[in-house]
């Protein structure tokens, strides 16, 4: 089983930025892909970035292309947003989710709360 667990939210002004961590414990070896997606209560999530264990990143949300870039730590066991010129609209919860090599997800985090301000 894996673990994921972020932090580094908070609160930024806009156009600031912040970064988010989400390190992965447990069968680290199931794990093929890192991403992250966010969630405002009561919309649909969206999918924001992924990385393989090999580096390979695909970003998904137009809106952020640009503005947040995603890597990794595998000595850690750790993936990293880092998220620039930050918008009110970014304002949401902000999960990493672990994929398997048949891209099923696995594990997804708790989340960490990330609030923009105008």
């Known amino acids: 089983q894996v673990h994921l667990v972020e932090s580094g939210g908070g609160l930024e002004q806009a156009g600031g930025s912040l970064r988010l961590s989400c390190a992965a414990s447990g069968s680290i070896f199931e794990i093929n892909a890192l991403g992250w997606y966010r969630q405002v209560p009561g919309k649909r999530r969206e999918l924001l970035a992924s990385?393989?264990?090999?580096?390979?990143?695909?970003y998904y949300l137009d809106s952020v292309k640009g503005r947040f870039t995603i890597s990794r730590d595998n000595a850690k066991n750790t993936v990293y947003l880092q998220m620039s010129s930050l918008k009110p609209e970014d304002t949401a919860v902000y999960h990493c989710y672990a994929l398997d090599d048949t891209l099923y997800e696995i594990a997804w985090g708790q989340g960490t709360q990330v609030t923009v301000s105008s």
């Open positions: 990385i393989t264990n090999g580096g390979n990143t695909e």
